[in-house]
């Protein structure tokens, strides 16, 4: 009980040297390649799974934004695996740390954006002045369209963070309490512990939304720069 709040947060390091690399990596193993002819189960499950989102995400697209395709699953099976992989005992979630999530969105971002200016240069301009604006708000309104722009990437990140983190601080003050209640009231502690049982599956479900939000407002941003 002694324990900061935030010690599971904090950058696991091993002999003083950051292992954060090694922990990113370690989600690829929970995905079975195979190169049979029939496939086992897992294997068909994934890829019914990567074609159902596929199908989802990138229907509303035109041909330059489907070649972003590879991209965006990679991203919600990094993004969803390494959330998973929070969820276990004793480790460590990349998506609580902002510097993180950052570095995912604001490249996805930018590179949509530039896109947009690239190929469509009248319509990107034409976001930061709707049509039929009175003149007195013309640079009012360009100053707040440009902040808005810059801000999606922040709103990406921040709700990924948030998300996750406040999921892991409720199952650790929940776990704590049911240990603090097992010595003192145990029938008090089995409701809590049902709790926590609750909370758990429902983080099971928040690691997943989470990624595919995430990927679905890169994929919204794709689409309005393409």
Same mark, same amino acid.
């Not at 091993?14 to 390649?33: A, R």
């Not at 902040?147 to 650790?172: K, Y």
């Not at 989470?210 to 890169?218: H, R």
């Given at each position: 009980?002694?324990?900061?709040?935030?010690?599971?947060?904090?950058?696991?390091?091993?002999?003083?040297?950051?292992?954060?690399?090694?922990?990113?990596?370690?989600?690829?193993?929970?995905?079975?390649?195979?190169?049979?002819?029939?496939?086992?189960?897992?294997?068909?499950?994934?890829?019914?799974?990567?074609?159902?989102?596929?199908?989802?995400?990138?229907?509303?697209?035109?041909?330059?934004?489907?070649?972003?395709?590879?991209?965006?699953?990679?991203?919600?099976?990094?993004?969803?695996?390494?959330?998973?992989?929070?969820?276990?005992?004793?480790?460590?979630?990349?998506?609580?740390?902002?510097?993180?999530?950052?570095?995912?969105? $604001?490249? =996805?971002?930018? &590179? %949509?954006?530039?896109?947009?200016?690239?190929?469509?240069?009248?319509? +990107? *301009?034409?976001? !930061? #002045?709707?049509?039929?604006?009175?003149?007195?708000?013309?640079?009012?309104?360009?100053?707040?369209?440009?902040?808005?722009?810059?801000?999606?990437?922040?709103?990406?990140?921040?709700?990924?963070?948030?998300?996750?983190?406040?999921?892991?601080?409720? $199952?650790? =003050?929940?776990? &704590? %309490?049911?240990?603090?209640?097992?010595?003192?009231?145990?029938?008090? +502690? *089995?409701?809590? !512990? #049902?709790?926590?049982?609750?909370?758990?599956?429902?983080?099971?479900?928040?690691?997943?939304?989470?990624?595919?939000?995430?990927?679905?407002?890169?994929?919204?941003?794709?689409?309005?720069?393409?």
């Amino acid at each position: 009980m002694n324990e900061n709040l935030f010690a599971s947060f904090s950058t696991p390091t091993l002999m003083g040297i950051p292992i954060v690399i090694v922990i990113i990596m370690l989600p690829t193993i929970m995905f079975s390649y195979s190169n049979r002819i029939y496939n086992n189960r897992l294997v068909v499950l994934q890829q019914w799974i990567i074609q159902l989102t596929i199908k989802q995400m990138m229907s509303i697209h035109s041909q330059k934004g489907r070649s972003w395709t590879l991209l965006l699953i990679s991203l919600i099976i990094f993004i969803g695996s390494t959330n998973l992989l929070g969820l276990l005992p004793h480790t460590f979630t990349p998506t609580t740390q902002l510097s993180m999530n950052l570095g995912m969105a $604001i490249p =996805l971002w930018a &590179g %949509a954006v530039i896109l947009g200016f690239r190929n469509k240069t009248k319509s +990107a *301009l034409a976001h !930061f #002045l709707p049509q039929g604006t009175p003149i007195p708000l013309i640079p009012m309104l360009i100053i707040i369209e440009t902040i808005s722009l810059f801000i999606q990437p922040m709103a990406l990140a921040v709700r990924l963070t948030a998300n996750i983190t406040a999921g892991h601080l409720l $199952i650790h =003050l929940i776990g &704590g %309490a049911t240990l603090a209640l097992l010595s003192i009231n145990i029938p008090t +502690a *089995l409701i809590t !512990f #049902l709790i926590l049982t609750m909370l758990t599956i429902l983080e099971f479900a928040v690691a997943l939304i989470q990624a595919y939000v995430f990927t679905l407002l890169v994929s919204l941003y794709l689409h309005d720069n393409t």
